[in-house]
């Protein structure tokens, strides 16, 4: 008999629009031992479905038709009080943002042995004394591998990295010995390095523990290196099931076909939709952005010196695209924000078709930075929720030009064909769009002006793997017919790959390795460049191909 | 968390001189001549030229600034023309009764504000949230002399459980003050039955006062603890089996918290000015009432020196809300 069996599983949402199907008849059954991954992109149900396996499913949630079974146990409709028996006990969860997942104002200490406490509670058993639960929190850290456990014991959460806390999350996981642990995207918010790192812990305990687990991504890689088998969800359903070999190299349906094909292969030469732009202007400069000796450092309150970014000199071609790569804390995002003067430098000049803007006046400034724009990692949080697409597109004509309301309209609507959208969306809030196309709007928006630059910071990482690549393809092709230049900002090596001509390498602020694009990914000089390719490769889908 | 503590201290002496010099500028642009009024209406023009010496109001504004910020650093408040006593002892006498009042109300303000709000997060949108919801609303709507007269007018007058105004009964001999709150010290005397006589007394105006506190207490927590028990963790600490108890009264209620203490600052200087108010209208023997009726017999410098005093409570209230975010965020205390 399974573990877990889920028997045509059907939830419905109930929304002020009416009851929404979010699963539509979900048969899945799970081995002790087995490692199942479930692919699928935002809004196919993943998380709706393993959440229901631990009873946390949405508040309006109601199951119409079937059942999920844990050992032999109906627990479709626990009660709370059954269900704490359950709980971080026998099936255990981990999840996708390590920062948001604990809670900030215990330290980790605290939080584990409060766990074990209530896992002991629900026990029957009495609690046992403080001075035991502390040693076996300090066992559960040094087991995800942890260092010096006793002093981590009295830290917080913002002390860690993201990697350490979601190792913390791990631990937490594996308080109650659990039979099953639900994985929900758990390296989606990490490094490469890191999440390599994350995956063997994950696999490593497998093998230890004898768990059970269930792991969703939309990282197919990442489903790649843990899950033997795997499942793929689309709209709500279980649309392919097999070995993740199988479904890897020969999938069947047609979504799981798009899917696979969408992910950038690290390993793949790219090629590129367009040729450079042919030299139609006569170019002033043959560097459009010069950066000379940036140099950024924050003061702490304690009056400590962080520095951001250091001494970093780059020079970017008209027409190309400019990769940057690091991992978070790297000051990638700090040099774009720099590039742009939206914070200003601690030293050093930035020079934008030939003229320096680091001593630009602010209202010099701002007649400048209609050439250069800025497009957010989040779309989500990058627009507001409170105007419409068209108001948002046309906010910076109407600041930068003295265009009448008819043809700010007709400009607007004019954006949305080149970012192709429908018109109509003008009239839409954000929310009533999905990611990839609100991140079309804020491209929209950046492009409105006809700049020449476009610094791009991470501008695929918070969406689906289908909606990236079609967003990657899009920014190419703009970049060919509005004769754009990007600096292109990402931690996704493969993408880099795909689009960038020249790319930089960042560590600590500092440029460890620039060259053209493909020189790095083939013949890289530095060992941080190596890693940082291998771990990219660890996840990518094509090594297990 | 001690340069944290010092620091803020610092800030502390910082505002102080800054209320003090606004109290100054203020007093200074109000109409009349001070000397004047002093001098009373029959007085010659020599009688008011020496109280003006006498007073150092014939020095330029800038000296007059110097010398009051001395007599201040000195804790001189000037004398009361109507009592001829010194400012700051008389403030010193009325402060307490009105600290008192300030601390029950307040106290009441968060005992049952904090836990209701809860609540009200806790089952959104059920009954119990809606009756909290016109609870509020009404709240910060009526105004405090009107709803302490109703109160009187019910309470005292047609059903005379309690006593319609003052601190204590004039036959009731008031217990040695070590603190001046007239609660704590009777309980220090072991004076059981003066407690529950002040106890008494005190409940209709700190009902009054904390109302409108009590109100937008309730609804900050609510609304903050609605947002955190949306967030990750909370699904998180659910996820690992804590109980849901342990979840709202823990791990959420700590977390809302943090902006529900800046709303009880800030109520805290709030209730401080409406003790002008609610005494006047209980006959409460405190600052408020002192500074009212200084007022009215154009008594100005007990004004000004109720004023600091405010001034001077509220921040301390304030810097001990900063004090206490950062004892319950850690991410703070570095900072």
């Known amino acids: ?545 | 968390m001690l340069t944290f503590a010092f620091r803020k201290v610092l800030t502390l002496v910082g505002t102080m001189i800054g209320i003090a010099a606004l109290t100054f500028v203020i007093t200074n642009v109000a109409p009349g001549d001070p000397a004047r009024l002093v001098a009373g209406p029959n007085a010659t023009e020599d009688m008011v030229a020496t109280i003006r010496t006498e007073y150092g109001l014939d020095k330029s504004l800038a000296e007059q600034f110097v010398v009051y910020m001395g007599d201040l650093a000195h804790g001189d408040l000037g004398t009361s023309i109507i009592t001829t006593r010194p400012v700051l002892e008389e403030v010193l006498r009325y402060a307490p009764a009105t600290l008192e009042l300030v601390f029950v109300a307040m106290g009441l303000g968060i005992v049952i504000g904090v836990p209701l709000g809860m609540l009200s997060a806790v089952y959104k949108d059920g009954p119990l949230d809606q009756v909290t919801r016109i609870f509020s609303i009404s709240g910060v709507a009526l105004p405090a002399f009107w709803f302490g007269i109703l109160l009187q007018l019910l309470f005292s007058v047609d059903l005379g459980w309690l006593p319609v105004s003052g601190r204590l009964p004039l036959v009731t001999r008031p217990p040695e003050a070590l603190t001046g709150l007239l609660l704590v010290d009777s309980l220090l005397a072991g004076q059981f039955s003066t407690f529950w006589v002040s106890f008494q007394h005190i409940i209709l105006p700190a009902i009054v006062l904390s109302f409108p506190c009590l109100a937008s207490i309730l609804r900050v927590n609510r609304a903050e603890m609605i947002e955190v028990l949306q967030s990750d963790y909370i699904v998180a600490a659910r996820a690992h089996g804590i109980s849901s108890f342990r979840i709202v009264a823990l791990y959420a209620l700590k977390n809302a918290l943090l902006p529900t203490l800046a709303m009880i600052g800030l109520r805290f200087g709030w209730m401080l000015g409406s003790t002008v108010l609610v005494e006047t209208v209980f006959d409460w023997p405190g600052i408020g009432l002192y500074a009212v009726s200084s007022a009215l017999s154009s008594d100005f410098k007990p004004v000004v020196g109720v004023t600091l005093m405010i001034g001077f409570f509220f921040i301390v209230a304030n810097t001990l809300v900063d004090l206490a975010y950062a004892w319950i965020d850690p991410r703070l205390r570095k900072a």
């Open chain 1, 1 to 545: 008999m399974s573990l877990l069996d889920i028997k045509d599983y059907r939830l419905d949402i109930d929304t002020f629009d009416g009851p929404v199907h979010v699963l539509k008849g979900i048969n899945l059954s799970i081995n002790r031992g087995d490692t199942l991954g479930i692919v699928g992109e935002s809004g196919s149900g993943k998380t709706v479905l393993v959440r229901s396996v631990l009873g946390i499913g949405p508040r309006n949630a109601r199951v119409i038709e079937g059942g999920i079974s844990f050992d032999g146990q109906n627990i479709t409709n626990l009660s709370e009080k059954e269900w704490a028996k359950i709980r971080g006990i026998r099936i255990s969860m981990i999840f996708q943002d390590p920062m948001t997942y604990l809670n900030p104002l215990f330290s980790i200490g605290r939080q584990i042995s409060d766990v074990i406490a209530a896992h002991e509670k629900a026990a029957g058993h009495g609690v046992s004394p403080k001075a035991a639960r502390r040693t076996r929190t300090e066992e559960l850290l040094d087991q995800v591998g942890l260092p010096n456990p006793a002093m981590l014991f009295s830290q917080y959460p913002h002390q860690l990295s993201g990697g350490m806390r979601q190792r913390v999350l791990i631990a937490m996981a594996l308080a109650g010995k659990p039979d099953i642990l639900i994985a929900d995207e758990p390296t989606t918010a990490l490094d490469v390095t890191v999440q390599a790192q994350v995956l063997d812990l994950i696999n490593s305990l497998v093998e230890k523990l004898n768990l059970t687990v269930i792991m969703i991504s939309h990282d197919i890689g990442a489903i790649a290196t843990v899950a033997r088998r795997c499942a793929v969800m689309y709209k709500g359903e279980i649309v392919e099931q097999g070995l993740t070999r199988d479904i890897l190299s020969n999938p069947q349906h047609d979504y799981t076909k798009r899917l696979l094909s969408a992910v950038p292969d690290i390993d793949a030469a790219p090629e590129r939709v367009a040729a450079r732009p042919a030299a139609s202007e006569p170019a002033k400069s043959r560097f459009l952005l010069e950066a000379v000796d940036l140099k950024k450092v924050y003061r702490s309150q304690s009056g400590e010196d962080f520095t951001a970014v250091n001494s970093l000199s780059l020079s970017v071609r008209t027409g190309e695209i400019f990769g940057v790569v690091g991992e978070s804390g790297s000051g990638k995002s700090t040099l774009a924000r720099m590039l742009l003067r939206l914070i200003d430098p601690t030293s050093g000049d930035v020079i934008f078709d030939g003229q320096n803007i680091s001593g630009l006046s602010e209202k010099a400034l701002r007649a400048m930075r209609r050439h250069m724009q800025f497009v957010f990692q989040n779309p989500h949080s990058a627009l507001n929720g409170r105007h419409t697409i068209g108001d948002a597109i046309g906010e910076p004509l109407r600041l930068q030009t003295k265009m009448g309301r008819r043809e700010i309209e007709a400009r607007i609507e004019a954006l949305l064909d080149i970012v192709q959208l429908p018109r109509l969306f003008k009239y839409r809030y954000p929310h009533e769009l999905s990611g990839g196309q609100k991140q079309r709007v804020c491209i929209a928006r950046a492009i409105a002006l006809n700049p020449r630059l476009l610094v791009l910071d991470e501008p695929t990482s918070a969406l689906d793997i289908s909606v990236q690549a079609q967003v990657l393809e899009f920014l190419q092709q703009l970049r060919a017919e509005m004769n754009l230049t990007y600096v292109f900002i990402s931690h996704n090596l493969a993408v880099i790959r795909q689009i960038c001509d020249r790319t930089i390498v960042m560590k600590h602020g500092e440029i460890v390795e620039q060259g053209e694009t493909e020189q790095i990914f083939l013949h890289p000089r530095e060992n941080y460049t190596r890693t940082l390719i291998e771990s990219g490769r660890k996840t990518s889908q094509a090594a297990d191909l």
